[in-house]
């Protein structure tokens, strides 16, 4: 465990792991030695606790649930870490940190604790009360590195607010087809190249005078910048209009770059007014196409980067399952 903990470099990680005999064996002795650390207590527990989600994940972790040691941000600009799951649960302890002016420490009533599977103890899922203490370290909060198969396809929303009509439609986005995605989609055949292919998909809404978007879709493919936007929209509307109707050109699809050390690429998606006036089951037709064309294009742009990755079978899952949320309940 010592060597472990003292390799910093993934590759040499994956290497030194890869070379040692015995793998059931070595399997064990890292789980038991992340069982210990998943109840952590300050940084440099959290920090081994992610060194041994890297070595599972490049070993395998055989009959147990894999999970991702991750470090984010909380609203208020403040560290938080966790552990999740395939299906993007929380297991064991997630926390909150503080900022002091010598380090890191957890914040007592922003710590909780999620049943796992993987525990061999009997405690159960406590949200914000778990009880730590103020264990100051001025050490960086480590993120896992590398990744566990999971459903690749994530549908996110980048603004939350919508049309009263669209309420329903986008509801079954997030409680129908995005698990039905997590359940059914076949991460292990497909390879670890990809993480997550994020689809933000964006639309117009109107609460009231001072709080409305409503997307003018550009008819031309390239990419726009901000100022190439505002040109062009006040070349089609009038001041006066653009305020009071709320109006922002967008492209319809944008593709951003794919970044190897997270394995994540994200595409943006903006519906218009328009949009909302279908019917619900036009919504989802027409929400059915935009996303094949997106997740189509994106996959062409990966392959382009002979990436070890079955696409092809990912885009048959993705579409075979994206068609059957589509005509739930169709008359």
């Known amino acids: 465990m010592t060597e472990i903990y003292s390799i910093n470099d993934l590759k040499e990680l994956k290497h030194f792991l890869e070379n040692l005999n015995n793998k059931d064996r070595l399997r064990e002795n890292l789980f038991s030695e992340f069982l210990r650390y998943s109840d952590y207590k300050n940084v440099s527990e959290w920090n081994k606790a992610v060194k041994l989600c890297e070595s599972l994940a490049i070993i395998g972790w055989g009959e147990y649930e894999p999970l991702e040691a991750l470090r984010g941000m909380y609203f ?163 001041k006066k209009e653009i305020e009071e109707n709320g109006y922002y050109l967008r492209n319809r699809f944008i593709y951003g770059p794919f970044r190897t050390d997270t394995g994540k690429v994200n595409i943006d998606i903006h519906f218009e007014k328009s949009f909302s006036e279908l019917s619900y089951h036009g919504q989802k037709e027409q929400f059915t196409e935009y996303a094949l064309t997106a997740l189509n294009i994106i996959t062409d742009k990966l392959k382009k980067k002979k990436l070890d990755y079955n696409f092809d ?12 949320w589509k005509n739930k309940n169709y008359c």
Request: net charge positive; charged share 25%; with cysteine.
């Open 76 to 238: 208020n600009g403040n560290p938080m870490t966790f552990f999740l799951n395939k299906f993007g649960e929380c297991r064991f302890v997630d926390a909150i940190w503080s900022k002091r002016t010598t380090g890191f420490t957890m914040e007592q009533g922003r710590t909780s604790y999620h049943f796992s599977p993987n525990q061999t103890d009997k405690k159960q899922t406590n949200l914000w009360n778990y009880e730590t203490k103020v264990d100051i370290q001025d050490i960086k909060i480590e993120s896992q590195r590398n990744w566990t198969p999971k459903n690749p396809v994530w549908f996110e929303r980048g603004i939350s607010n919508c049309y009263e009509k669209s309420k329903s439609f986008l509801e079954s986005v997030d409680k129908e087809l995005q698990p039905l995605l997590k359940e059914k989609m076949q991460p292990e055949k497909y390879g670890n190249v990809i993480n997550r292919i994020i689809i933000n998909h964006s639309h117009s809404y109107y609460d009231n005078a001072h709080c409305k978007t409503n997307y003018i879709i550009s008819e031309s493919d390239r990419k726009l910048t901000n100022q190439k936007a505002w040109e062009e929209l006040h070349k089609m509307y009038s």
């Open 313 to 324: 079978l990912m885009l048959d899952d993705f579409t075979r399952l994206i068609n059957e």
